[in-house]
């Protein structure tokens, strides 16, 4: 039988083909229970054996959306019937709905903050790679390495001084003040990134287009910066996906105004209990924008991690 | 279009000088090239009149403008890159259209323009093809389009056929140099090659190690090499060139060269000590008559002629006979040499002795 080198046999590619499946079973099983979970009442959210089979509920996403007060049967009994299936839902526990949570506010600034940084990440990122990688600048290894040393210490080893930094201009929960934190964390992993993919990005590009009549920054603009998109693109999901999840500077840094969605998500345990459902609908919705973005983004973020490896 | 102008032109990157004080005139309407080996300064040259590179020193004048400090966008010239530098997002018309659109064109007359330009290149059925598909050739097609396209100063190329195949390059170097004649457009154009160089220039400069080593019409540097690096880049084979110590006068119409003495042009320099013979493989004739002895040690056979290796008492010669010559390897024979086609070289400096040959002959 004839077989070829570059191409795998086709029992390599069941072999190959299951543990892929095996992989993807191991890491989507969490998520699918957190997705489920977010459907189930608080009663089956907790029975033994763990329910596979339920009926679906919206209780948790109410919770998650909304402060409810216990009330007594009687004055249940009073209220006009509910306005809503949400009314409905609160009532049949005894309870009425006082207003409306901070999910949405904390959410709101998890989208601020998380692309807020990315964007400005990204912005000056792209700046600093092209003039690294296009000019002659003073102590430029010595630079970039600096830059990326600010990479090697895990960022939490300078969360107190960061903290007392915060606390002494101001910046502590604040909008402004977490987005230059994940900036400058993320600055680092942007500059060389991007460095990388500017470098395999040919000079004669720009040149042609410096000779054809336009500056070097029309000539950054229009020419090198489409080449770049693809680096653009899946140097945008690292740093977003970063931001986004950041747990251990939000919970030190803000409480309020500022405070983003996952240090939010495990305070609805204190609140009435341990109300798993609703943590669950918190956590499937903040999945959803980055899972949005990647999807979106995810041929240049393919097409990211082989650059290079082939010369076109 | 435009005449050239370049005075003592210099590049240092760091300690290494790629050109030292560079002097030559590119006319207007010709077709200029820079040839040298790689590493000799000739893109660095090129680069710095198109304002790709600062020079550290001297002067570039396009069309009597000194432009020397002035950015490539602001000195009216076009460039063909080696790789083609096609923007790789465009498609074709919007490659040929994208210098136009840097001056403010009016749409419409861009859009007449690039087809102008297409039709020119025989190329206006890719117009709307994005340019990774492209062959070799068709790319070509485009870079040149994309420098025609703006009726620039002067057109400046470097090594636009070394991407392409042996055969194709052939056929585009004819189809560059008809296009030369069509436009009489002033043309400054970078190769290694020296059969590229001899078929397609007007004038050549040879460039070797930064400095300019010859300056002339091709005719000129192959005739009257100016010196042993030229003597040796240009011809294939190139010029034999036999060692020899003795003395010439000026005035002088013979060498000596151990024995053996050989008829040469009148010469105009005095020179002492080690010397160099250089003698065209074509200017040499296998005759008993001479008593100039070899003994034949190989034989090519071309076709149209044969190239045949001699020992003699100052090293191996290469003679191109007709391809009927008889001979055959461990041949006795005497040589003789054109007398007027013979020129000296100083071994020391390298530089040729003048002589009559030389009258008219810029260096």
Redesign the interface.
């Known amino acids: 039988m004839s077989y070829s080198i570059t191409e795998p046999s086709s029992r390599q590619k069941k072999v190959a083909g299951s543990l892929v499946i095996l992989y993807a079973f191991i890491t989507l099983v969490p998520l699918f229970w957190v997705f489920m979970t977010g459907f189930k009442t608080p009663p089956d959210s907790i029975s033994y054996p763990p329910k596979i089979l339920f009926t679906p509920s919206l209780e948790g996403y109410v919770n998650l959306f909304t402060t409810r007060t216990r009330v007594s049967p009687e004055t249940l009994q009073q209220l006009p019937p509910p306005a809503n299936f949400a009314e409905e839902i609160v009532r049949n526990r005894n309870m009425v709905i006082a207003g409306p949570s901070k999910y949405g506010e904390r959410f709101l600034n998890s989208v601020i903050i998380g692309f807020g940084s990315t964007f400005l990440s990204i912005f000056l990122g792209t700046l600093a790679a092209y003039g690294f990688s296009r000019f002659k600048v003073p102590f430029k290894d010595d630079l970039l390495f600096f830059i990326l040393s600010t990479r090697m210490m895990p960022p939490i080893a300078v969360a107190i001084p960061i903290f007392l930094m915060y606390r002494k201009l101001g910046l502590s929960d604040t909008h402004v003040g977490m987005i230059l934190l994940y900036t400058a964390v993320n600055i680092s992993l942007a500059v060389w990134l991007l460095k990388g993919f500017m470098d395999e990005i040919?000079l004669?590009?720009e040149?042609?287009?410096?000779?054809?009549?336009?500056?070097r920054f029309?000539a950054f603009y229009k020419?090198v910066l489409?080449?770049a998109a693809t680096g653009i693109a899946s140097t945008a999901i690292f740093c977003l996906i970063f931001a986004w999840n950041e747990y251990a500077f939000a919970v030190l840094l803000t409480s309020g105004t500022a405070q983003t969605a996952p240090p939010f998500i495990p305070t609805i345990i204190g609140v009435g209990g341990l109300d798993w459902p609703a943590m669950a609908a918190g956590a499937t919705i903040f999945l959803l924008p980055v899972l949005i973005f990647t999807v979106m983004l995810r041929k240049h973020l393919l097409r990211g991690i082989t650059f290079g490896a082939v010369r076109k | 279009m435009a005449q050239i102008l370049i005075k003592n032109l210099r590049k240092d990157f760091g300690d290494f000088t790629a050109v030292h004080a560079s002097t030559f005139t590119v006319e207007d309407g010709e077709f200029f090239m820079l040839l040298g080996p790689s590493g000799c300064g000739k893109t660095t040259t090129l680069r710095m009149i198109a304002g790709l590179e600062l020079p550290s020193s001297g002067e570039i004048h396009i069309g009597g403008k000194e432009v020397a400090n002035l950015p490539a966008s602001e000195r009216d010239i076009a460039f063909v890159f080696q790789m083609f530098a096609l923007y790789p997002h465009f498609n074709v018309r919007r490659n040929l259209s994208y210098p136009l659109i840097s001056q403010g064109m009016k749409r419409s007359a861009v859009k007449a323009r690039v087809l102008e330009v297409a039709k020119i290149l025989g190329i206006e059925s890719i117009l709307n093809k994005p340019v990774g598909g492209l062959s070799g050739g068709d790319r070509q097609r485009v870079a040149l389009g994309r420098a025609i396209v703006r009726d620039p100063q002067a057109f400046l190329m470097d090594e636009p056929l070394g991407a392409l195949d042996a055969e194709f390059r052939e056929h585009m170097a004819v189809e560059l140099r008809a296009l030369h004649e069509r436009m009489n457009a002033t043309t400054v154009y970078v190769t290694h090659d020296q059969l590229e160089a001899m078929q397609m220039g007007d004038k050549i400069v040879i460039m070797n190690e930064g400095l300019v080593e010859q300056f002339g019409t091709p005719q000129e540097v192959y005739n009257t090499p100016a010196s042993l690096f030229v003597a040796d880049f240009i011809g294939s084979p190139s010029m034999n060139l036999l060692p020899f110590s003795g003395s010439v006068e000026a005035g002088a119409s013979k060498v000596d060269m151990g024995g053996v003495e050989f008829d040469m042009p009148v010469q105009r320099e005095h020179c002492d000590g080690s010397m160099v013979l250089g003698i065209r493989p074509e200017n040499i004739s296998l005759t008993d008559a001479s008593s100039y002895r070899s003994r034949v040690l190989a034989t090519e056979y071309l076709g149209t002629s044969q190239i045949v290796t001699l020992e003699t008492n100052h090293g191996a010669v290469k003679a191109r006979v007709g391809s009927s010559f008889d001979v055959a390897v461990g041949d006795q024979t005497g040589l003789a040499f054109d007398a007027g086609a013979i020129t000296l070289f100083n071994a020391q400096t390298g530089k040729a002795l003048q002589s009559v040959l030389h009258e008219g002959v810029g260096t």
């Open positions: 040919p004669e590009y040149e042609a287009a410096l000779i054809d009549g336009y500056t029309q020419v489409p080449q």
